[in-house]
């Protein structure tokens, strides 16, 4: 999804939570399902929305209305507006998955507004405001579709996407990193290798709720394989600690977050060797 609705799409400065939605990322579903495509694999994360996959479910045909009847695109802005939601004549013949690796789930303090929505440019001020409309739009959704997965883990995950696509896809949600690892028989080069390297391009707190480079330390400590990580920032080194042998980041006291971006293959190239020559 984060290729049409991700935040590397965004400077920093033209980040907008209150607008951006995964209309783009239900095109592309629609379009999959049109071409007769039986089966979509949606990766969820990296996101720049917080919509709740509502601007995914107009894409694929579903309409969302006020009170008086005035047609609304949907937003995280038009949360509160958002009265009746009238489902497509059809629904959509693929099934459609989600993979993810959070388990957060969509409302309330551990859920995606809270947890993501900062990181994507909302307003503190507006965290709270804006997690009281979805949760109350998610009661009028759940009158109205029968449905409420708010509190399905992984429903948060892409801002909401996950809850997207449980209730208006009847889709499913699965572990990505699970999805991946079975599919590219990860256990089995694990157990063949003297040492696991892994990493991403940020290392924190959020790592431990079941990204990739947790899986994959989880899945070496269980076969006796030392794993380090490597990552462009680290944050919450004392968190992570417990779970790698060795962490290194290419930013450091020495290296701008801009440095490490102009020239990150070298700066790479350094790090790993002096993991390597430090062992």
Known sequence: MSAASGLWRLKAGELDPMQATTFGTGVQ??????????RILVGLGGSA????????????????????????????AR?????VIEPPPHPLPSEVIGLSDVETILTGQGGAIHTFGPQKGLAPSMVDQLDRDLTQLVTRIEKQLGKNFSNT?????????????LTFLAGKLLS??????QN???HDHVVEADLVITGEGKLDRQTLHGKGPFGVAAMA??????VWAVAGVIEDRLALAPHFAKIISL???NTSSAEALRDAPGILFERVRTLLVGS
């Open 79 to 83: 949360f509160s507006d958002i009265a």
């Open 29 to 38: 579903i629609r379009q999959l399902s049109e071409a007769n495509v039986s």
């Open 49 to 76: 929305t917080t919509d709740a996959g509502l601007g995914m479910a107009a894409a694929v045909g579903y309409k969302f209305y006020a009170n008086n009847g005035e047609p609304i695109s949907p937003s995280p």
């Open 153 to 165: 883990p992984r429903s948060g995950a892409a801002g909401g996407l996950g809850y997207g696509i």
């Open 184 to 186: 590219a028989k990860l």
């Open 221 to 226: 400590s269980n076969c006796g394989k030392p």
């Open 176 to 181: 990505g990193f699970d999805f991946l690892a």
């Open 251 to 253: 930013v450091d006291e």
